[in-house]
Nanobody, 124 residues
Framework: VQLQASGGGLVQAGGSLRLSCAAS????????MGWFRQAPGKEREFVAAISSTGHLKHYSDPVKGRFTISRDNARNTVYVRMDSLKPEDTATYYC??????????????????WGQGTLVTVSS
């Protein structure tokens, strides 16, 4: 599976962005997909994850209620809609996926594939 993230950019605090991640590979529809982010000088952190059917969604506490993850299996694409953005959301956002089942979804070790990252900058 190859992952190509896009949609990052510069936005003012309170604004919105939608990130997209296009996946190639025949196993997309059976994979959990997710997003992580990494701010300068900080560790990579979990943002959101979505089950293969799209019925189960997980969010980190800092983004819960502001971000919405979704997927379109017909387009092999996963999205994250980010609303009410804050300066602390500034980070490089990475799309992730995995090929074998695991119990968790919130650790970097829960995923096998990583996209190249797209930068989101929120100005105050």
């Amino acid at each position: 599976v190859q992952l190509q993230a896009s949609g990052g950019g510069l936005v003012q605090a309170g604004g919105s962005l939608r990130l997209s991640c296009a996946a190639s590979g025949r196993s997309f529809r059976t994979n959990v997909m997710g997003w992580f982010r990494q701010a300068p000088g900080k560790e990579r952190e979990f943002v959101a994850a979505i089950s293969s059917t799209g019925h189960l969604k997980h969010y980190s506490d800092p983004v819960k209620g502001r971000f919405t993850i979704s997927r379109d299996n017909a387009r092999n694409t996963v999205y994250v809609r980010m609303d009410s953005l804050k300066p602390e959301d500034t980070a490089t956002y990475y799309c992730v996926s995995r090929y074998r089942p695991r119990a968790g979804v919130r650790s970097v070790d829960d995923y096998d594939y990583w996209g190249q990252g797209t930068l989101v900058t929120v100005s105050s």
